[in-house]
């Protein structure tokens, strides 16, 4: 198994930047995708960004592509989401989360573990 905690979140004015990281530990030998999803209040848990295990694929979802960016350390075992620009609308629980493999997927249904989340709050 693998245990995710992230790090990083808090209140930014609309326009600025946060930078998110998430932390793997346990099994974290064999091959495995991470990504970040996030909640906002009343809605569904929605896909914000994954990143394979070699870190060759990246994928954003459309709200946050070109201002968000996704990368990992395999010797650390962290992933890292750099989000600039940021609006009000960007703010919720953001949540890392991860699934053995190569590949990353954006639905959320892949992935088999996941942290306790990180608030991201963006005021206007």
């Known amino acids: 198994q693998v245990q995710l905690v992230e790090s990083g979140g808090g209140l930014v004015q609309a326009g600025g930047s946060l930078r998110l990281s998430c932390a793997a530990s346990?099994?974290?030998?064999?091959?495995?995708?991470m990504g970040w999803f996030r909640q906002a209040p009343g809605k569904e848990r929605e896909f914000v960004s994954v990143?394979?295990?070699?870190?060759?694929?990246?994928y954003y979802a459309d709200s946050v592509k070109g201002r968000v960016t996704i990368s990992r350390d395999n010797v650390k075992n962290t992933v890292t989401l750099q989000m600039n620009s940021l609006k009000p609308e960007d703010t919720a629980v953001y949540y890392c989360?991860?699934?053995?493999?190569?590949?990353?997927?954006?639905?959320?249904?892949?992935?088999?573990?996941w942290g306790q989340g990180t608030q991201v709050t963006v005021s206007s």
């Open positions: 989360a991860a699934k053995y493999g190569t590949s990353a997927y954006s639905l959320r249904q892949y992935y088999n573990y």
């Open positions: 346990g099994r974290t030998s064999s091959p495995y995708a």
């Open positions: 990143i394979s295990w070699s870190g060759s694929s990246t």
